[in-house]
């Protein structure tokens, strides 16, 4: 069952502006997270957001999380070629989170020089 | 440096053969995951175990055997049964069910010749 839903689906962007990608949820959550992977890679974990939190920084990321709409936002700012790379929302699964995460599509982010 | 170590980094399976994939961790995490990913998709949850010898099924279990027997290691044998088991495998692991984010292997690419 899939949990989470990015949007969009591709993002294009120039080297130096912001990016910013959506996820949409279905039920309740202990905390969403947002994950990175670059291509033929596995995933590397950029920062985790509690329900009872509605925004977090770390670095160049931005979170945003709205329970009310079942929403959160992943901002890059300044992006950096390095930055080119798929991202993922990942929520718990049960109100105990003891199931694993569910993942959503992605957004594939590429930053152009 | 602690980490996830999945083998081998592509594998070549015949129709009708089983074959295990590898995944150790020396982070100490209790809980490991299984997951499967197709082209342009998001993560697809197959087994996952919060203790040493017990494990769960998740959402696409069919043709899928796991075992643990050390909490380091938690192989994935996909048999003969999973009829279309072309795809990329990841092993994560995490020190927390709800709190902590997971840390993920590199991968593993299987294709069926």
């Known amino acids: 069952s899939q949990q989470g839903e990015e949007d969009p689906q591709a993002l294009s962007i120039q080297e130096g502006e912001n990016a910013t990608m959506n996820c949409s949820y279905k039920?309740?959550?202990?905390?969403l997270q947002w994950y990175r992977q670059n291509s033929g890679r596995g995933l590397v974990h950029l920062i985790l957001?509690?329900?009872?939190?509605r925004e977090k920084h770390s670095g160049r990321l931005r979170v945003t999380l709205d329970t009310s709409k079942k929403s959160s936002s992943l901002l890059i700012t300044a992006s950096r070629a390095a930055d080119t790379a798929s991202y993922f929302c990942?929520?718990?699964?049960?109100?105990?989170?003891?199931?694993?995460?569910?993942f959503g599509k992605g957004t594939h982010l590429i930053i152009q020089p | 440096d602690g980490g996830i170590t999945q083998s081998p980094k592509y594998l070549f399976r015949k129709e009708g053969q089983n074959v295990t994939l590898s995944c150790e961790q020396n982070?100490?995490?209790?809980?490991m995951y299984w997951y499967r990913q197709d082209p342009g998709q998001g993560l697809r949850l197959i087994y996952y175990?919060?203790?040493?010898?017990?494990?769960q099924k998740g959402d696409i279990a069919e043709g899928y055997s796991v075992s643990r027997e050390k909490k380091e290691s938690f192989p994935l044998t996909v048999t003969s049964a999973q009829k279309n088991p072309t795809a990329f495998y990841l092993c994560?692991?995490?020190?927390?069910?709800?709190?902590?984010?997971?840390?993920f292997g590199s991968g593993t690419r299987l294709t069926v010749v």
């Open positions: 994560a692991s995490s020190r927390d069910r709800v709190w902590y984010g997971y840390t």
């Open positions: 039920t309740s959550i202990n905390n």
């Open positions: 957001i509690r329900s009872n939190e």
């Open positions: 990942a929520t718990d699964r049960s109100g105990g989170g003891a199931d694993g995460l569910t």
């Open positions: 982070l100490n995490h209790d809980a």
């Open positions: 175990s919060q203790i040493v010898n017990d494990f």
